[in-house]
């Protein structure tokens, strides 16, 4: 039963199974925000298994920072194009996961839609493990009530969901993509395709059957439900009447949830014949949503957000969950997908799912009468439809950021070829580089140049800010364009890894962290601070005990690293090695550590 109370995190989706380690990560999703972007590598370290290093409620920026460079390299993200919201700070540890995200161009006036995620792990013994998640959540920090389903691959399973239509589904969105993914991450997802098609997926119980329905690709489904039914039930944030005249034609109870705007939008004539249900006010709450097919300006992304088609026929149950809304544009051209799961009624059931107004999910809703019995326009939709598509069509224009070097920084100059643009948006569109807030948005016709940029600042993206008049009043829209950086400086990454790690305490606690020991950050700030005037600066509080105990400090760990013989030490030699300044050293680090660690790594290699 879905039960508001039974809840579950995307960190749970991303936890490894006991004595495992992500290995590959796919995720796609319609919007995107790049703070999820690198929580999502935190959740896959913060349950690091094999080497007990659990981080769970230690988010420090170290530990983010070695999450991030240890899983992104691993990681991809699939986003609709001009799907990525512009963030109001853009931190230097994003550089470091900037690889990892690609945008899809769906057909013309199509979107791109699913919301899933495919995961490899690996033990020490190189076995692998799969899991499949299939989510109405964006990758995003919403926190509307959404719906997911987790299938682990477990060998002994029963009741399984076939691989095979996900491997193919991930396969055709790759040639769909604005600009093709580097030779190493296509490798990589083609890798992740293969394997999952042998994997045995656990179906939930109390399910039984279970299929893939993919939407808008090549070897896609169509409308899977019936003409009637026995019984039905849709929860859906977004409707059009095309879909919902589809429905199933039932003897029994035909039950809608959605929001009140989009029942407004319908009319009471599109709805008859269907037990019409919201969100009560106290579950329901505020925030603009991403959807595009029918999402004005006043929705909220704490509201409604699930997908959910429910229906009983023939003796036998049937849920389809996943990205799909309730609309002609999710079965008509969206890429979507979602899966159709199938059991006994008396479990699987219509009631059984959703309860009634005493149990389950029903009990948080109300009924709802729309006031007006025609469909009621919406200009403010049309408005955000007409930029978000003209936002689609510059992401899909590949345009580059040219850096050059600058009398104070760094310069960069837009380059793009404008589409076609029949409703005069170029001249109400600004833009402005993401690394760096204080930078101003200028105007996109005049092929806008930046100055003065530091090495954060030339990130890939780009925000874009379109404002439109609707009824009188003015509409602005922004989204983040995904930029090809062209002349950057090669090295960017490890001068930024310095520029984060400039200090030798940084260092020793980002390798005890790597050496799985978190204890040592105690004894470090025993040794580094106890004592220390609270007048005295920096340089002084580290003194002499931070040159002459760093090689006491972290000979315990090292020690039990090489003898575990796991990847502790190689990160640690990679991370040291990434720290080298252009001579080859580190001056951060003491000799005597330098001594201790080159002894330690020596007898490693033997």
Known sequence: MLEPESRHLLTDALRPPDGYAVERALATTYTLDLTSVLLAPLAMAAYDQRHATELDGAATPLALLESIRRHAEHTT?????????????????????????????????????????VLRFVDDDGRRRHRFACLSRNLTGDRSWDTVLICDEDPDAKHTLDPGPISTFVEELLESTVRPLTAVRREQLRDLCESLRHARLALPEPFTEGRVIALGTPSGDG???????????????????????????SRGDRILLSRPDTFERLGSRALVDLDLR????????????????????????????AKVFAWQTEGRAHVLTGSANCTGAAFGGNIELSVLLSGPISACGVHALVGDDTS???????GYAPREVEPQPDPV??????????HAELAACTPRLLVTDGESGFDLQLEVTLPADPDGLVDRTTARPVGVRTIPFRPLADG????????AGLTPYLAVSTTVDVDGTTMTKECVLLCEVVDAPQDRLARLLRELLARQEDILRYLALLLGDPSVDDLLDRLLHDGA??????????????????????????????????????????LLEDLRDPNGELPQLSAEFLELWRVVWEASER
């Open 223 to 249: 409308w899977p439900l019936p003409d009637t039914a026995d019984t039905c039930a849709v929860i859906s944030p977004f409707l059009d009447v095309g879909a919902v005249d589809r429905l199933p034609r």
């Open 533 to 574: 005037d609270e007048d005295e600066d920096d340089d002084k509080k580290r003194g002499s005990y931070g040159v002459s105990f760093d090689d006491l400090v972290l000979l315990e760990p090292l020690v039990r690293a090489a003898a575990r013989g796991d990847d502790a030490l190689l990160r640690a030699h990679r």
């Open 278 to 305: 919201v969100l009560q006010p106290l579950a329901d709450s505020a925030q603009p949503d991403e959807n595009a097919e029918a999402a004005p300006a006043a929705d909220l992304s704490k509201g409604l957000h």
């Open 381 to 390: 939709y049309r408005a955000e439809r007409m930029v978000e598509l003209w």
């Open 448 to 455: 806008p140049s930046w100055r003065g940029l530091n090495l």
């Open 77 to 117: 993200v699939l986003c609709q194009a001009a799907g990525i919201h512009v963030p109001p700070a853009y931190p230097k540890l994003a550089a470091f996961a900037e690889g990892c995200v690609a945008e899809v161009a769906p057909p013309p006036g199509r979107t791109f839609h699913p919301k899933i995620w």
């Open 360 to 366: 389950g999910f029903l009990r948080i809703t109300q």
